[in-house]
């Protein structure tokens, strides 16, 4: 249903953008991310028109999520990346209209994952 892709190993400070395409239309989309050791948490969501956005505090200001339906793909673009955002991504989705999510068992639509690393 999903397949994410654009991860990578960058130094601190620089810059990455993933993709995440859907096979299909999604509403709400997002992006999540796990860490070795931690658990899977909120990055970032789009609501379907992209007129709505929400940032995990953590990477507010750095990263932007953006969508293009007529190609049913999710962009999440990672700047200033820190050592820190290094994680596997995942993008999500889910088809419940009007609806906002920072929680996973929201989404029933997961990509494979796509590993970025920062080295500081």
């Known amino acids: 249903q999903l397949q994410a892709s654009g991860g990578g190993l960058v130094q601190a400070g620089e810059s990455l953008r993933l993709s995440c395409v859907a096979s299909?239309?999604?509403?709400?989309m997002a992006w999540f991310r796990q860490a070795p050791g931690k658990e899977r948490e909120f990055v970032t969501a789009?609501?379907?028109?992209?007129?709505?956005?929400v940032y995990a505090d953590s990477v507010k200001g750095r990263f932007a999520i953006s969508r293009d339906n007529a190609k049913n793909t999710v962009y999440l673009q990672m700047n200033s990346l820190r050592a820190e955002d290094t994680a596997i991504y995942y993008c999500?989705?889910?088809?419940?209209?009007?609806?906002?999510?920072?929680?996973?068992?929201?989404?029933?639509?997961w990509g494979q994952g796509t590993q970025v690393t920062v080295s500081s």
């Open positions: 299909g239309r999604t509403y709400g």
């Open positions: 999500a989705g889910h088809n419940a209209i009007r609806t906002m999510s920072t929680m996973t068992a929201t989404y029933v639509y």
């Open positions: 789009i609501s379907w028109s992209a007129g709505n956005t």
